[in-house]
């Protein structure tokens, strides 16, 4: 009976599924990149950013019920399906907390859930729907200092951490693969001036050296993407040298040299191909790093501005609650940033034991 071979991709992929705190870790992942993706549909404030304030009803604990009465917009915008999946709805309308309502007449008749006063409006305002336009509103994690929905800013803050995660990543590959494979693969002058940036990149605080670039840049949600891509390229191009210096020297690289293949394909199609395993465990890593990068300067106010919801503003701005009593405004975006941190650490470890070939 003839055996049966198997690739070394299939063999990784049979120990990666053997690897229980993997497989956690890659359905976690799934389920926030699928939550990213579809954060609008997902969010019960399906409003651009979650912005819908409600000050009457700010720092609600999770579990907080109130009647809301919904305003449709004067004129409602056309929103096709991919711009509400993108930037949300543009006809939300506005949201008014309420004790209780009456119908007088022609008139809806409300009573102000801040200050108890009455006021009306036309019922032709809510289309003489008031059962549609009234509802029983439950706040599952909360309101924020701003009364905004906490459950639905924080599933749209999932995007930006998934949007920093993939953008830097991808940046940081672009730039340290490149770079990695031309200081390994030449040598001489060339590495030794490669690893001289590298080192003076390598001493400044990555922290401190984001800020810098995202100064130069300016404040902004792509200006962070590109500031902490450009920290992250060092890890990379260090790792990938130094399998490009190993993998030189075996055989089929000898072969191609002789074949008169061009050192460009060499390099990217013959020796990058067998040293993915390592890039993509310190892919995996550089991810989550990101992710703390991107909370840490949104923390320190120079990340994702207002009102774009991201969790390290949304701790920033709740922060001193937690002496206040109302801990939840910070520990549930804190408790996010280390659940999907915590996930990418180990998935790398999952890969790295997978792909290691002396298992």
């Keep these: 009976m003839p055996l049966q071979s198997k690739s070394l991709s299939q063999l990784a992929f049979k120990k990666f599924r053997q690897s229980t705190v993997g497989m956690i870790s890659s359905i976690f992942i799934l389920f926030c990149g699928f939550v990213a993706v579809f954060c609008y549909p997902l969010a019960p404030d399906d ?20 009647q809301m009465l919904r305003l449709p917009p004067l004129q409602e915008k056309e929103t096709s399906w991919i711009d509400f999946l993108i930037n949300g709805n543009n006809n939300s309308g506005t949201e008014i907390p309420i ?30 729907q008031p059962a549609t336009y009234i509802t029983q509103k439950t706040f599952h994690f909360g309101t924020d200092k701003y009364g905004r929905d906490l459950l639905s800013r924080l599933i749209i803050g999932t995007r930006i951490s998934f949007s920093i995660g993939f953008i830097a990543v991808f940046i940081s590959l672009f730039i340290g693969i490149f770079v990695g494979a031309t200081a390994g693969y030449f040598g001489g002058k060339i590495d030794t001036f490669i690893m001289w ?21 300016g404040k902004g949600f792509c200006q962070v993407f590109i500031a902490v891509g450009l920290t992250m390229w060092v890890e990379v191009a260090r790792v990938v040298r130094g399998q490009v210096i190993t993998t030189k020297q075996q055989q089929y690289v000898e072969a191609a040299k002789a074949l008169g293949f061009s050192d460009f394909r060499i390099i990217f199609r013959h020796i990058l191909p067998n040293i993915m395993a390592p890039i993509i465990v310190i892919s995996a890593a550089n991810f989550a790093g990101a992710i703390l990068i991107e909370s840490g300067l949104s923390f320190l106010g120079i990340g994702a501005q207002p009102p774009t919801p991201s969790w390290g503003a949304m701790i920033k701005n709740h922060y001193n609650y937690i002496i206040l009593g109302k801990p939840f405004l910070a520990l549930i975006p804190g408790i996010a940033i280390m659940s999907l941190v915590m996930a990418f650490m180990l998935l790398g470890n999952a890969l ?5 070939v002396k298992n």
């Design 47 to 66: 409003s651009n950013f979650a912005n819908q304030m409600h000050l009457e009803i700010h720092s609600k604990p999770p579990g907080f019920e109130v």
């Design 99 to 128: 004790l209780s309502y009456t119908i007088k007449g022609e008139n809806l008749e409300i009573i102000k859930y801040a200050d108890g006063w009455a006021k009306e409006y036309p019922l032709t305002r809510i289309h003489h």
């Design 197 to 217: 940036i590298i080192n003076i990149t390598w001493s400044i605080p990555t922290l401190l050296l984001v800020i810098a670039i995202t100064l130069a840049l």
């Design 352 to 356: 790295r034991d997978a792909l290691d």
